[in-house]
C-alpha cells in the first residue's frame, strides 16, 4: 500500500512540474512579446488619424533612451505631441513631409524594463494607401539599438497598419472635394480652410482614445485567462492523486 501511495504521489508530483514549467514558458513568451507597436491596427483611406506608438523597454539593468520612428509610404504625419521628459526631433524630406521621427528621453531619464510610454502622432491616411508599414528603432543606455523593421513572425517585427477602403466621395465631401474647392478663385479657399482643419479634430478626439482600450483588452484577457486555466488545472491534477492515493491506502 505504501509503495502504491508512494508511486501515486510520485506521479502528481510529476504532474505538478510539468504544468508549473507550462505555466513558466508561457509567461515567459507573454513577456517576449511586449514589442514596439502602433495603434491602431486598422484606418480607412483618406482618413486623418492619430497614430499612437507604444514602446516597452524590455532590456534589464539599462534604459530605452531614444525611440525613433520612420514614417511609411501612404500617410502623410504633420503633427506630434509633446510628451514631458522627451525631446521630439523631425526630419523631413526635400519637399517638407515628415520622414521620420526620434524622440530623446532628457538627461538621466529613459524607461526601465518595467516602463512602457506612448508618442502620439496625427496625419492623413493617403487615398490609395493599402498597408502602412513602420519602422522603429531602440536605443538602449548601453548604446545597443533594437530594430523593429521584421516580417510579422520575426524576432523584432515592424509594426503594420491595415488600411481599407475609405467612404465614397459621390455626397461632395472629402479629399475630393477638397482639392476642388480652391480651383475657381481665392475666396473659395479661404472658406475651405476652416473645413480642412475641422475634420482632423473630430476624427482625432476619438482616435485618441482608441488605441488604448482595445490594446489592453486584447494583451491581457489572454494571458489572464490561460494563467486561471493552468491554475485550475495543477489545483486538479493535486486533488486528484491526492484522493486516489487516500482511497488505495
Known amino acids: 500500500m505504501n509503495q502504491r501511495r508512494k508511486s501515486a504521489l510520485s506521479r502528481s508530483k510529476g504532474s505538478v512540474a510539468a504544468l508549473l514549467a507550462a505555466l513558466s514558458l508561457f509567461l515567459m513568451a507573454g513577456m517576449a512579446s511586449a514589442h514596439v507597436t502602433v495603434w491602431p491596427k486598422e484606418v480607412a ?5 492619430v497614430f499612437t506608438v507604444r514602446v516597452p523597454s524590455e532590456k534589464k539593468d539599462v534604459l530605452t533612451t531614444a525611440v525613433a520612428v520612420r514614417v511609411p509610404e501612404g500617410v502623410n504625419i504633420t503633427r506630434t505631441q509633446p510628451q514631458p521628459g522627451w525631446k521630439t526631433e523631425l526630419e523631413r524630406s526635400a519637399d517638407g513631409k515628415i520622414e521620420r521621427i526620434t524622440w530623446t528621453a532628457e538627461e538621466g531619464q529613459g524607461l526601465a524594463v518595467e516602463n512602457f510610454t506612448e ?35 520575426a524576432d523584432y517585427p515592424g509594426p503594420v497598419t491595415a488600411v481599407g477602403a475609405g467612404e465614397a466621395e459621390s455626397d461632395g465631401h472629402g479629399h475630393g472635394a477638397a482639392e476642388a474647392s480652391p480651383a475657381p478663385s481665392s475666396a473659395p479657399a479661404a472658406s475651405a480652410a476652416p473645413e480642412a482643419s475641422a475634420a482632423p479634430a473630430a476624427s482625432d478626439a476619438p482616435a485618441v482614445d482608441q488605441p488604448l482600450a482595445p490594446a ?12 486561471i486555466a493552468l491554475a485550475l488545472g495543477v489545483v486538479a491534477v493535486i486533488a486528484a492523486f491526492t484522493r486516489r492515493g487516500g482511497s488505495k491506502g
Not at 483611406?45 to 488619424?49: A, G, H, K, L
Not at 531602440?138 to 521584421?150: F, K, L, N, P, R
Not at 489592453?216 to 494563467?227: G, T, Y
Open 45 to 49: 483611406q483618406n482618413s486623418y488619424e
Open 119 to 153: 508618442f502620439k502622432l496625427s496625419g492623413k491616411v493617403e487615398a490609395d494607401a493599402t498597408e502602412l508599414k513602420w519602422k522603429a528603432y531602440q536605443t538602449y543606455s548601453d548604446s545597443s539599438v533594437v530594430e523593429w523593421i521584421g516580417a510579422p513572425d
Open 216 to 227: 489592453a483588452e486584447k494583451d491581457s484577457l489572454p494571458l489572464i485567462l490561460s494563467i
